[in-house]
């Protein structure tokens, strides 16, 4: 007798599996059939497995039980989500897939987790993956994190500011080492290119490595202050490795890597030792997969890869992408317990200025990076102003002190002019959670 399910996909739970040998991926999905009140979700689901691993929608001779058994994905957990509509089905589910399928391959890993899947169900999403120890071993994580970065800053405690070179793209050479360098002396402790910024008729990494390392030189023998500038190579996989190797002889101190290039080639970078430098990985070629994979699934998969640094989205900016929650988990998947590896840094971004310390700080901890470029290069008294203003911001939060009570101050007149431009918000609190307003305690002044 044949199952309409295979036993072979369906009986197992995640307390079952071998978890040294299979990674795991939490996936939501949802699906609706018009006037139809029955959906077999176990059969779509068993496509899905199939086609993560062995099959096809026809099963043929030669994908035996033996060969199912070894390398097929399995149901580890379904969690049905009560629905009103007949004709909706939604749950979270789980499946493994094992590792002896591709061994250490993360081009064939995201084939497993994150292929075919997608056209599957009507409304699917990636929500997060668990690694096995077997397959991280082969990784090594953030070289630098949290922790090396501080170290190479001298910077023990606080967040760190960082100056978004702008315009995109455009600039000479020397307009952007310019550029850099009155920030710089305002304070900036980090710089970086932005991800549009390439070799094009009028500069090239070569020369504007120069330029930028010269500026922060010069800014360093006037300030005694370091800062660490991430310069651009992102370029075709078969050259990225070598413009690495080259912008670290040129004396560069940090790089920048937008995703697109793959995770693959990222942790072709990251892991050669030859490039002791800290490694920045922008995000915008993920906003493409948004719908179908959740921002800490891609934390998560550039920390195994080895950045120590990535932007992710926050409610607050310009363009809140994803929930407040979401945003936040980034930073909890960033740098919790991770087979021990570094800390990643959070770097939420879009947008921001200095009015937002008071939100962005209590909400990701001191340990993040807070990037800016309208919202420092933008200030009414320039540039430097613009970095002094980020500078004073986080030292109010850091002291406990009000921002407006901050940059009343006459030594802070550089905040008190960037929040008279962008103003600043407060976070809506709800202390008492559910309970409604009318309900919550209100403090008096006892008589004596």
Same mark, same amino acid.
């Given at each position: ?24 991926? #939490? ?20 496509? @899905? ?74 409304? @699917? ?23 090396? #970065? ?233 540039? #430097? ?18 921002? #407006? ?44």
């Amino acid at each position: 007798m044949e199952r309409i399910h295979d036993p072979v996909i369906f009986q197992h739970t995640l307390d079952g599996i071998d978890l040294k040998n299979n990674i795991v991926a #939490t996936y939501y999905m949802k699906d609706r059939m018009e006037g139809v009140d029955f959906i077999d979700h176990y059969k779509l689901i068993e496509s @899905i497995a199939i086609e993560g691993s062995t099959g096809s929608w026809q099963r043929v001779e030669e994908e035996s039980d033996e060969v199912r058994e070894m390398l097929s994905g399995k149901l580890v957990g379904y969690f049905e989500i009560p629905c009103d509509d007949e004709y909706t089905k939604s749950a979270v589910i789980q499946l493994a897939f094992p590792i002896n399928a591709w061994d250490n391959n993360v081009p064939m890993m995201l084939l497993s987790i994150a292929g075919n899947c997608f056209a599957y169900s009507q409304k @699917i999403r990636l929500l997060d993956v668990i690694f096995p120890e077997n397959m991280v071993k082969n990784f090594q994580g953030p070289k630098f994190g949290v922790e090396g #970065t501080r170290e190479l800053l001298g910077i023990p405690e606080r967040p760190l500011s960082l100056h978004i070179i702008k315009p995109k793209m455009g600039m000479t050479p020397k307009q952007t080492g310019d550029q850099v360098y009155q920030t710089a002396i305002g304070g900036a402790d980090m710089a970086k290119d932005d991800e549009m910024t390439s070799d094009t008729y009028n500069n090239n990494f070569r020369d504007r490595l120069k330029h930028v390392m010269d500026a922060i030189g010069r800014a360093e023998n006037k300030t005694g202050k370091r800062m660490i500038y991430f310069c651009s190579i992102t370029d075709e996989v078969s050259k990225l490795h070598e413009k690495a190797l080259e912008a670290v002889e040129l004396g560069a101190n940090g790089l920048l890597i937008a995703y697109s290039v793959g995770l693959s080639a990222i942790r072709e970078v990251t892991s050669d030792p030859k490039i002791n430098i800290p490694v920045m990985v922008h995000n915008s070629h993920m906003i493409a997969s948004i719908d179908c994979i959740s921002w800490p699934v891609f934390t998560k998969l550039l920390r195994l890869c080895g950045a120590d640094q990535t932007l992710t989205p926050t409610y607050w900016s310009s363009i809140p992408m994803v929930s407040l929650e979401e945003g936040l988990r980034c930073q909890h998947v960033a740098q919790a317990p991770f087979f021990g590896f570094r800390k990643m840094w959070s770097m939420p971004a879009a947008g921001t200025y200095p009015g937002l310390a008071p939100i962005l700080i209590p909400e990701y901890g001191k340990d993040i990076i807070i990037p800016s470029g309208g919202g420092m290069l933008g200030h009414p008294d320039g540039y #430097t102003a613009g970095a002094e203003a980020w500078q004073q911001a986080i030292a109010s939060v850091m002291e406990g002190v009000p921002i #407006t009570d901050f940059a009343r101050k006459p030594a802070h007149k550089a905040l008190r002019r960037a929040l008279e431009k962008w103003g600043y918000i407060e976070r809506p609190s709800t202390p008492w959670l559910r309970v409604a307003p009318k309900f919550h305690p209100k403090p008096f002044k006892m008589e004596e």
